[in-house]
């Protein structure tokens, strides 16, 4: 059973491309959280979000509380974005992960 | 960036050997995690630590013990590793328990190899 999900689990863009990656949760949660994984890499917290949108540069995200589903936008790709992005709540004491979505931005 | 280390980065060691890895914080956070990272199953939660000496089990425990007797550090030990422990391994840290306003940081990360 996965509490969150992420699609899609993997994608090639073109640089400049508009990019969105999905996650769609099912338990109750008081915040999102997107992540940012290079690899080899550490986790990096890319965006904290519990209702509306939030904008970091060429990255937004948004957040439906009442469809239990967020996305993570990326404006202008670069091939630097190239990394895993992976979507995880906030339940209580602990937090679900999906995933993660592999990212290929080719120049 | 938050202050969270782990260390080692890196480790391989032998099926059977005791091994053990720490989290060390310096931002007085109450709550610490230990995750582990493999391919198709993404993070899943070991052990996680709710104050000094207070520790609790996730999905993952069995095969693992954690200590913390000081806020800053959080101990995770494998007493007898096996090849199925072979993972990358994640600390993290916040400071409430939940809610709006409680970010957490992440470790770089140790990966651990058992041959």
């Known amino acids: 059973k996965n509490e969150v999900e992420q699609s899609p689990q993997n994608l090639t863009a073109q640089e400049g491309e508009f990019i969105t990656i999905n996650c769609s949760y099912s338990v109750g949660i008081s915040a999102l959280h997107w992540l940012q994984q290079h690899p080899g890499g550490g986790i990096v917290s890319l965006f904290m979000l519990s209702s509306g949108k939030k904008k970091h540069g060429r990255l937004i995200a948004t957040i439906n509380i009442q469809e239990k589903h967020s996305s993570l936008h990326i404006t202008a790709s670069h091939p630097r974005d190239s990394a895993v992005y992976i979507c995880?709540?906030?339940?209580?004491?602990?937090?679900?992960f999906g995933t993660g979505t592999s990212l290929t931005v080719i120049p | 960036d938050a202050g969270i280390t782990q260390s080692p980065r890196h480790k391989v060691t032998e099926t059977g050997t005791p091994v053990t890895l720490r989290c060390h914080q310096t931002e007085n956070h109450r709550y610490m995690y230990w995750y582990r990272q493999d391919p198709g199953h993404g993070l899943r939660l070991i052990h996680y630590?709710?104050?000094?000496?207070?520790?609790d089990k996730g999905e993952v425990s069995d095969g693992y013990s954690v200590s913390r007797s000081k806020t800053e550090d959080f101990l995770l030990t494998l007493e007898s590793a096996t090849s199925s422990q072979t993972s990358v391994y994640f600390c993290?840290?916040?400071?409430?328990?939940?809610?709006?306003?409680?970010?957490?940081?992440f470790g770089q990360g140790t990966r651990l190899t058992v041959v």
């Open positions: 993290a840290i916040r400071q409430g328990s939940s809610g709006v306003n409680t970010e957490a940081f």
């Open positions: 630590s709710y104050g000094v000496k207070d520790t």
């Open positions: 995880a709540v906030d339940a209580g004491n602990q937090f679900y």
